[in-house]
């Protein structure tokens, strides 16, 4: 009776996969257009269309609430592989440890497909700002007045606003948070002048880095980004503070395995092209780490796992 069970699903999947084909994928990002996970989803999207036999790929940005509103918006979609989220790492692991309300337990609600690149953050200032070094920065932001200095973020709870706190903790500063619905407008107002510092993700800051209006100070990573090679790491100045993230592919929860296998299969080759990987290192990002799909779940799970007990200890809330 199970046999005959399984190979009936199996056989109905054949034509569901073959029907899927000829209709269009959203990938939805859940940040604004622009910052550094829209850039690399669509920078995914177009070699991933590629590899599904050229399926259309229409990536979609739902910001709101760190990438809270996409990302619930892909657990809530139709288990049918149509509609992935193109996930930040804190997207699953950290945010929904945020939550009053929509408290869903992304990391074990969401299928885990692929992970797409690894990465670090980028400190950055204006140039006006008279720091050129991370240790004059500490040191300029000690003389200024109580609550004048601001850094922003993507959002509360994201790596990005978490690698801010850390950085002021460990260097005995203080900066006030200044939460955006996504990195792109939450640098450009570095480079308005209306903040002091951003912790970005590598793509929409090396650019303006490397156009000069804004300047780095310090990378997150364990060692020196390939992009920026001159800028040094958190760990250089304060010992021991690294913070990393990750991007990666998530379907619908009750997503069908043989649905999933053509996803990661698919995924796989696009992330392996060279032309994906040199765009990676053009943007300051990394390739992933080679493991199957069911091994990339458990670390997810693992991760959330972590921050669960993290995040109590930051103090850190939504309100």
Same mark, same amino acid.
């Not at 709101?64 to 892909?74: I, T």
């Given at each position: ?50 590899? *599904?036999?050229?399926? %259309? ?9 760190? @990438?809270?509103?996409? =990302? /619930? $918006? +892909? ?121 002091? *510092?951003?912790?970005? %993700? ?9 156009? @000069?209006?804004?300047? =780095? /100070? $310090? +990378? ?100």
């Amino acid at each position: 009776m199970i046999t005959r069970r399984l190979l009936g699903a199996s056989a109905l999947a054949v034509p569901a996969i073959a029907s899927a084909q000829s209709r269009a994928l959203t990938l939805v990002v859940p940040y604004a257009a622009g910052g550094g996970t829209d850039i690399a989803a669509r920078e995914f999207a177009g070699l991933f269309s590629q590899e *599904l036999g050229g399926q %259309s790929v229409i990536v979609e940005n739902r910001a709101g609430g760190a @990438g809270h509103v996409g =990302a /619930l $918006a +892909v657990h809530r979609a139709r288990p049918d592989g149509q509609t992935l989220l193109f996930a930040v790492s804190t997207n699953v692991v950290i945010n929904p440890h945020l939550q009053r309300g929509d408290r869903v337990d992304l990391a074990n609600s969401l299928e885990p497909v692929v992970q797409t690149s690894a990465y670090q953050y980028v400190l950055v200032v204006h140039p006006s700002n008279p720091a050129r070094t991370l240790q004059e920065y500490v040191e300029w932001v000690k003389r200024q007045p109580r609550g004048s200095v601001t850094f922003s973020s993507s959002g509360v709870g994201g790596n990005n606003h978490l690698a801010g706190v850390l950085f002021a903790e460990a260097a005995g500063i203080e900066m006030e948070h200044v939460p955006y619905r996504g990195t792109a407008p939450a640098l450009m107002d570095v480079v308005a002048r209306n903040i002091t *510092l951003n912790v970005s %993700s590598p793509p929409p800051a090396i650019s303006l880095v490397r156009e @000069g209006r804004l300047r =780095a /100070l $310090a +990378v997150t990573g364990n060692a020196r980004m390939p992009a920026l090679p001159e800028v040094p790491t958190l760990r250089e100045v304060i010992p021991d503070l690294v913070i990393e993230g990750w991007h990666g592919i998530f379907a619908p929860g009750g997503t069908p395995a043989p649905v999933l296998d053509r996803l990661e299969q698919a995924a796989r080759r696009a992330i392996a092209n060279p032309s994906y990987v040199q765009r990676l290192a053009n943007e300051g990002l990394e390739p992933p780490p080679e493991r199957p799909r069911a091994a990339f779940a458990t670390a997810v799970k693992e991760e959330s796992a972590y921050w669960a007990r993290k995040v109590p200890e930051l103090g850190i809330s939504l309100d």
